[in-house]
Nanobody, 121 residues
Framework: VQLVESGGGLVQAGGSLRLSCAAS????????MGWYRQAPGKQRELVAT???????NYADSVKGRFTISRDNAKNTVYLQMNSLKAEDIAVYYC????????????????WGQGTQVTVSS
């Protein structure tokens, strides 16, 4: 299973970006998918997660500005980021906590390669 992120880039403060993460490979289902980020010199932190049933969870720092969603048919998760701030500058990583690839076979803790988000003031 591979996760491939896209949609990062450079945006002015107050602007918006939409990140996408598509899972590929032999996939029967994916449990929780999420977005994490890592700023320079800092540890990776949770941004938002969404379960297969659509239940969401957000970091306090992004509540009201970011929206996570997913398309289970496409095995894709999205992150709509609005009102971006300098504090949002980071590499954003997509994660799938468990991916069912067979009747009783799973892959766990799958990560994408990351996409850079830069916000200019």
């Amino acid at each position: 299973v591979q996760l491939v992120e896209s949609g990062g880039g450079l945006v002015q403060a107050g602007g918006s970006l939409r990140l996408s993460c598509a899972a590929s490979g032999t996939i029967l289902s994916i449990n929780t998918m999420g977005w994490y980020r890592q700023a320079p010199g800092k540890q990776r932190e949770l941004v938002a997660t969404i379960t297969s049933l659509g239940r969401t969870n957000y970091a306090d720092s992004v509540k009201g500005r970011f929206t996570i969603s997913r398309d289970n048919a496409k095995n894709t998760v999205y992150l709509q980021m609005n009102s971006l701030k300098a504090e949002d500058i980071a590499v954003y990583y997509c994660n799938a906590d468990s991916v069912r690839i067979g009747l009783r076979t799973y892959e766990y803790d799958v990560w994408g390669q990351g996409t850079q988000v830069t916000v200019s003031s």
